[in-house]
RNA sequence: UGGGCCGUCGUCUAAUGGUAGGACCCUGGCCUUUGACGCCAGUUGUAGAGGUUCGAAUCCUCUCGGCCCAGCCA
């Protein structure tokens, strides 16, 4: 078995990573780092890293660091913080000791632009943001020098201290590389290494009135903590050579930048500007909308870390742009779900049964199993008197060929319980179906008949006076489109927003069992899905409990025929 | 059309010059006290054209198509 896993073949980046170590580079050490921008919520894209970077590090005996890369102080703020360790913890990684933040390299940062300006590679600019913008070139035009771009490294040395001084406005100058102007990649055309910023930081307060750039700050970073493969998405291909010129000329020691395709999921939106709109526009409650894809969402919803692990590896790392089909997601998830969680039954629908031959007001108490993949989980009693609810789903009047549940006249077991026949159909005034009247067989106590007679169908049901009522929510996906975003006809993603996305259902019946039911736990309410208490809204009352994800239903698919 | 990256079943992803395989989705069937799960079977693919080679998804050339870059964001 060793053997076969040792032969599965490996991404490109566990290639790259396992033949550096076989070559001996970095002396065989593997040093990975995740480093999210403490500006927002992570979300499922954000897990793929998480799993590579920490899953890397794992595999070969590495180590990965957590670090925020918090270098604007106007956006960043410690409730992301926060959040982003709350959430990374909670996928089952575990950083150690190795928590940083690209604010504890803002001196050495600062030194190095000091080196640069003295070995004449950097240089303050004087120009404005639209002049520089303008000086920038195109994309097919070569761009021009800045006229202070010759300045002497002594004046320019003298400006740069005076901007950390706080003695000019924001936006007066900027500190550049001296890099190439006509360069065609146009991150190499001078590109800014520090700029003016008034703000506040999150960690470092108002010690700092200028800032580094991204640019100026990763490769550095990486470089200090010596990751010595440094995973990012495909964008940050094109300022590779850049983070490699700062190094080179810094003389520091170079970590190997490697590009990887980001996350695309099929009926949801992954950039952070289009999640925080769904937020402010109301279209979801928050950033933990259960229907949100962000890690606090899907946990909410009921997603398991061991899911979303799964579904990572399951996916693959490559540089191809793609989009996962969401349902492979849900059946990581579904495939997680169907081995832990404990079955009960709940009626979302509810229809009032009366068994009319089952003594008045007596009750007694069945075995139901747990979990049918599990043995340990055990057994449990549930309830069972004359008036039941069953689902509405499970009654037609008038039933079609593939059919199999209760009909008048046709006889179906109640899991678990006895085997009963429809006999009268009570409706009222508008003709809809209120109550059913059934007999039961007793010889059936347990669902096996004894002259080894069978039904087509199996349901589910809780007894009515023991049954507990609550507030049940179910999730679609969030859009009808597979690919919301960049619509052909340049429609907005927001016109592809799914109205049935959410339906709350305030009168369902669940087995008593359930009235224990506390957040984390998840249930698999039989013939319907998963569910978990939802955490939020269950907080000084009674639970209330969200779906997770459905079960796989032929009976839908026929039906829809 | 400057630079960078990428094209393998519907969707992901393997095959690193030697039988194009797996997963998801879908379709049948079996099993079933969940129309679940499981099991079995099945459909579908190397963007195109040349070239090199005994042999090409893989190497070369061209064509076509897609993504990213002109923030004092990351």
């Given amino acids: 078995m060793e053997q076969e896993s040792n032969k599965k073949s490996l991404d490109f980046i566990r290639a790259i990573i396992a033949e550096d170590i076989a070559n001996n580079k970095n002396e065989g050490r593997v040093a990975t780092r995740f480093p999210p921008e403490p500006n927002g919520y992570l979300h499922i894209g954000h897990a793929k890293s998480i799993c590579l970077n920490f899953g890397v590090a794992e595999e ?23 959040s982003i360790m709350e959430d990374v913890k909670w996928l089952g990684y575990d ?3 190795r928590l940083y933040y690209a604010s504890d390299y803002f001196q050495n940062l600062y030194d190095f632009a000091v080196m640069l300006i003295k070995g004449e590679k950097a240089y303050v600019d004087s120009l404005n943001a639209d002049e520089i913008r303008e000086y920038r070139g ?41 890099i190439d102007m006509s360069s065609g990649n146009l991150n190499m055309r001078d590109p800014i290494m520090y700029r003016i910023l008034k703000q506040s930081h999150h960690r470092t307060g108002d010690t700092w009135s200028i800032y580094p750039m991204y640019d100026f700050a990763h490769g550095q970073s990486d470089s200090l903590e010596e990751i010595t493969h440094s995973l990012c998405t495909l964008e940050f291909a ?8 700062f190094t080179e000329q810094l003389g520091i020691y170079a970590q190997r930048q490697i590009e990887f395709a980001r996350l695309n999921l ?49 996916i693959g790392v490559t540089k191809q742009d793609s989009v996962i089909d969401v349902a492979l997601l849900e059946h990581a998830l579904k495939e997680d779900l169907n081995k ?20 008045g007001d007596s009750s007694e108490e069945l075995d139901a199993v747990n979990n049918p993949e599990d043995e340990s989980a055990g057994k449990r009693k549930v309830p069972f008197s004359k008036e039941l609810y069953i689902e509405r789903d499970d009654f037609m009047e008038e039933p079609p060929k593939k059919f199999y549940r ?44 004894p002259d080894g007679r069978k039904v087509k169908a199996t349901i589910h049901w809780v007894s009515a006076k023991h049954s507990i009522k609550r507030e049940v929510r179910l999730y679609d996906r969030l859009f009808t489109v597979a690919e919301p975003e960049g619509d052909k006809e340049g429609k907005d993603f927001t016109e592809f927003l799914n109205p049935q996305s959410l339906t709350v259902l305030k009168d369902c019946y669940l087995e008593p069992s359930l009235a224990d039911a506390t957040p984390g736990v998840n249930y698999q309410f039989e013939r319907l899905g998963y569910f ?30």
């Fill in 60 to 82: 070969f005996g590495g180590t990965c660091n957590l670090r925020f890369d918090d270098t604007n102080p106007t956006k960043e703020d410690t409730e992301y913080v926060e």
């Fill in 95 to 97: 950083w150690g000791e």
């Fill in 138 to 178: 195109t994309l097919s035009e070569p761009g021009r020098e800045s006229p202070f771009r010759e300045r002497s490294a002594k004046e320019s040395l003298d400006l740069f201290e005076r901007m950390k001084e706080g003695e000019f406005e924001e936006g007066a100058h900027v500190l550049r590389a001296k």
């Fill in 238 to 245: 094109d300022p590779r050579p850049l983070y490699d010129w």
């Fill in 266 to 314: 099929s009926y949801t939106v992954l950039s952070k500007r289009k999640l925080m709109q769904l937020v402010q526009d109301g279209h979801v409650s928050s950033w933990d909308d259960p229907r949100m894809p962000t890690v606090s969402g899907l946990r909410r919803r009921g997603y398991t870390p061991v899911a979303i692990r799964s579904f990572c590896e399951k």
């Fill in 340 to 359: 832990s969680a404990l079955r009960v039954m709940g009626v979302l629908n509810p229809l009032k049964v009366v068994i009319t031959n089952y003594p």
């Fill in 406 to 449: 209760l009909s008048l006249g046709r006889e179906v077991r109640l899991r678990y319980a006895y085997f009963i026949t429809c006999t009268d159909v009570i409706k009222n005034e508008d003709g809809e179906v209120t109550e059913l009247h059934c007999t039961y067989d007793p010889q059936t106590r347990g669902g096996n008949s």
């Fill in 532 to 561: 978990t208490v939802d955490t939020i809204s269950s907080k000084n009352t009674k639970p209330v409990f969200n779906r997770t994800v459905t079960l796989r239903d032929a009976w839908a698919k026929v039906k829809g025929k």
